[in-house]
């Protein structure tokens, strides 16, 4: 049977954004799940395992949320699992974000 190792709640939520790894290049991306310590980025680019990243989301409102973290995972022409690395101001909007979308107020 398969053991949920996930510390923290995950919410789909569609938010389009792009990431960078350790070439500097900027990748398309769309957030399929989130939580406050990771999400799933659809992108067709690959990362390497423990790759640090940096990920741009584009908010309902317009805004962008910037924050840094570490690929966990790949599936090819499918996408990258972060980990989120960063615990500042940047983690604690996410967490607001987080919040008010599971609230309902956050509808995409």
């Not at 990243?53 to 972060?82: M, T």
Request: charged residues 25%; hydrophobic residues 30%.
């Amino acid at each position: 049977m398969y053991e949920e190792r996930r510390k923290a709640k995950r919410v789909s939520v569609p938010l389009e954004g792009r990431w960078r790894g350790a070439s500097g290049e900027n990748h398309e991306a769309r957030v399929s799940n989130l939580s406050q310590v990771g999400c799933y980025l659809e992108t067709t680019e690959q990362a390497l395992a423990r790759e640090p990243v940096e990920i741009e989301l584009r908010l309902p409102d317009g805004r962008y949320l910037a924050i840094k973290g570490q690929a966990v995972f790949n599936i090819p022409n499918g996408g990258i699992g972060v980990y989120f690395t960063e615990n500042n101001q940047a983690r604690e909007n996410l967490i607001r974000f987080i919040e008010h979308y599971v609230t309902g107020g956050g509808r995409c």
